[in-house]
Nanobody, 121 residues
Framework: QVQLVESGGGLVQPGGSLRLSCAAS????????MGWYRQAPGKQRELVAT???????NYGDSVKGRFTISRDNAKNTVYLHMNSLKPEDTAAYYC???????????????WGQGTQVTVSS
């Protein structure tokens, strides 16, 4: 019904940059907040960044000043620009969106399948 497709993950050196993209498609009436979460092996899932449909942003403490979240509403897409990457940023990154489908009376959380980011020299 609703799909979130992530792209942009890969291998990057410490200090490098990477941009992740997530495009939503399907039976979408309206998209509210969108965001990124990550999970490293042996670690709990943590907030990376969120952005509301009014463009209010929230960042996890570990990425403040280095990552920037943005969205293109015409493309139903959210981006995560990652700068000054550290080995500690290595994780699977998951896209999230609050979406109200056609025929629904409330919005629901949808998740992408994840994209791997590896920061290593």
């Amino acid at each position: 019904q609703v799909q979130l497709v992530e792209s942009g993950g890969g291998l990057v050196q410490p200090g490098g940059s990477l941009r992740l993209s997530c495009a939503a498609s399907g039976n979408i009436f309206r998209i509210f907040a969108m965001g990124w979460y990550r999970q490293a092996p042996g670690k709990q899932r943590e907030l990376v960044a969120t952005i509301t449909n009014g463009s209010s942003r929230n960042y996890g403490d570990s990425v403040k000043g280095r990552f920037t979240i943005s969205r293109d509403n015409a493309k139903n897409t959210v981006y995560l620009h990652m700068n000054s990457l550290k080995p500690e940023d290595t994780a699977a990154y998951y896209c999230n969106a609050e979406i109200r489908p056609y025929g629904a009376t409330y919005e629901y959380d949808f998740w992408g399948q994840g994209t791997q980011v590896t920061v290593s020299s």
